[in-house]
């Protein structure tokens, strides 16, 4: 039994970003020594999130354009206000709602050592309250090659 | 575009190569947020539109411990991007903060001086700091000076009442002062000082309490007119963020929800600025 946890380090470059991570999530898999298990990926950040979907960019820009339809920056929201354990205010709602509808996981079966997902799911990295350094756990947990 | 107040107290490069500095960040300056590579401090100007960050550091060691970024650091980040323009500080009541100013000015090239009476816990109308604004003036450093509330635990308020400067600011007309924050909550205070003294200005990172646009609508249009700020003071204010503590993007938002001419938003994100720290079109 192999269980290997990776961090991976993912920057945003904009406020709003859907960044593809799936040739980095298949990469850890490949190198873990696993050959039948599960993978599962975490965002370590609660203003942002992970996705599966079509790897498209229309719908990449369906989802942030929505998802800001449904939580608009300047509604009101009793996040905005000063955090003393932050020394600042959070004013970043909407990101943390988006992370909440979006969720922040998936999970996926590895066979033969390989990712097993539809051709066309692509895992995304959802960035809500960028640009920043963020990170990604990938953990694989299954039997050794 | 401008922002004339930064703070590079969450530089990952600078964690990693100075021993103190993350107890600086999470203890002194009282921050909780990750550490960020360099770049990323690039990238938040990037997506607000901010061209150049004026680097603020504050020598509170002898009443902290440890200054919030030392003028070295700050000269350190400014030969590692042209867009950063760093200020230095000097505590006024050490021996020789006057002739560690000059230094600053000359070896390291800092371009202005930040102070912060409340972190510092020095009276802004101290005989030592004058020494110091005398310094200022003769090296043509602009004076960032906070003003206003200071969530700073330990900290008074008194201190951060603008009119504790109007002496300074009389004494020193060749010195311009920049009141950080707003001044607020004393911000008609503030706004006279502005009116009333050519060597008065101030900056715009103020945010207390709710959204930064929430609040911009409140201080900007219902404690004071709008029209304040677009027919009389379009030439006194400059733009600041206080990042980290609120990101750029935000703040460059607020400002623009404001019933501003495109004019008058020109001066404040720039022109204002440009002026202030002598830099000409050619440059």
Redesign the interface.
């Known amino acids: 039994m192999i269980i290997k946890l990776e961090r991976l380090k993912v920057?945003?470059?904009?406020?709003e970003e859907a960044i593809d991570i799936t040739g980095r999530v298949e990469e850890v898999v490949q190198k873990s020594g696993v050959r039948n298990g599960f993978v599962n990926v975490l965002t370590a950040h609660t203003s942002s999130g992970l996705l599966v979907t079509e790897g498209i960019p229309c719908l990449e820009e369906d989802i942030l354009t929505h998802f800001a339809r449904v939580f608009p920056?300047?509604a009101d929201?009793h996040h905005?206000?000063?955090?003393d354990?932050?020394?600042?205010?959070g004013?970043n709602a909407e990101a943390h709602l988006k992370s909440v509808l979006g969720g922040i996981q998936c999970i996926f079966p590895i066979e033969n050592g390989s990712i097993v997902k539809g051709s066309r799911q692509t895992i995304y990295f959802m960035e809500y309250?960028?640009?920043?350094?963020r990170t990604c756990f990938v953990q694989v947990l299954g039997e050794e090659r | 575009m401008i922002d004339f107040h930064t703070h590079p107290v969450l530089i990952?490069e600078l964690a990693d190569k100075y021993p103190d500095y993350r107890r600086m960040a999470r203890e002194v300056?009282?921050?909780?947020?990750?550490f960020?590579?360099l770049?990323?401090f690039l990238?938040?100007m990037?997506?607000a539109g901010i061209e150049c960050a004026v680097l603020l550091p504050i020598d509170c060691a002898r009443v902290r411990g440890l200054a919030v970024s030392s003028n070295e650091q700050v000269a350190e980040l400014c030969a590692r991007s042209p867009r950063f323009i760093g200020f230095a500080s000097v505590d006024p009541l050490k021996e020789g903060a006057a002739q560690e100013l000059e230094r600053a000015a000359k070896s390291l090239g800092l371009k202005g001086l930040k102070l912060d009476p409340a972190l510092q816990d020095f009276p802004p109308d101290h005989p030592k700091a004058f020494s110091v604004y005398e310094a200022a003036a003769a090296l043509k450093m602009p004076l960032v000076i906070h003003t206003g509330m200071s969530?700073a635990p330990g900290t008074a308020l008194e201190p951060g009442h603008p009119l504790k400067l109007e002496k300074a600011v009389r004494q020193f007309p060749g010195l311009n002062f920049v009141f950080a924050h707003f001044a607020w909550p004393w911000v008609w205070e503030a706004v006279a000082m502005a009116l009333k003294y050519p060597n008065v200005y101030l900056d715009t990172s103020c945010?207390?309490?709710?959204?930064?646009?929430?609040f911009f609508q409140f201080v900007f249009a219902r404690q004071i007119p709008t029209t304040l700020l677009e027919r009389s003071l379009r030439g006194k204010l400059v733009f600041g963020s206080n990042y980290?503590?609120?990101?750029i993007?935000?703040m460059v938002r607020a400002l623009r929800s404001l019933s501003l001419t495109e004019g008058c938003l020109k001066k404040i994100l720039l022109g204002n600025a440009k002026m202030l720290l002598g830099i000409t079109d050619d440059h």
């Open positions: 920057r945003s470059s904009k406020s920056e300047d929201y905005h206000r000063y955090l354990y932050d020394g600042r205010l004013f309250d960028g640009p920043l350094e | 990952q300056f009282q921050i909780g947020n990750n960020q590579p770049e990323v990238l938040q990037d997506v969530w945010l207390y309490y709710d959204s930064p646009r929430e980290p503590r609120v990101e993007k935000n």
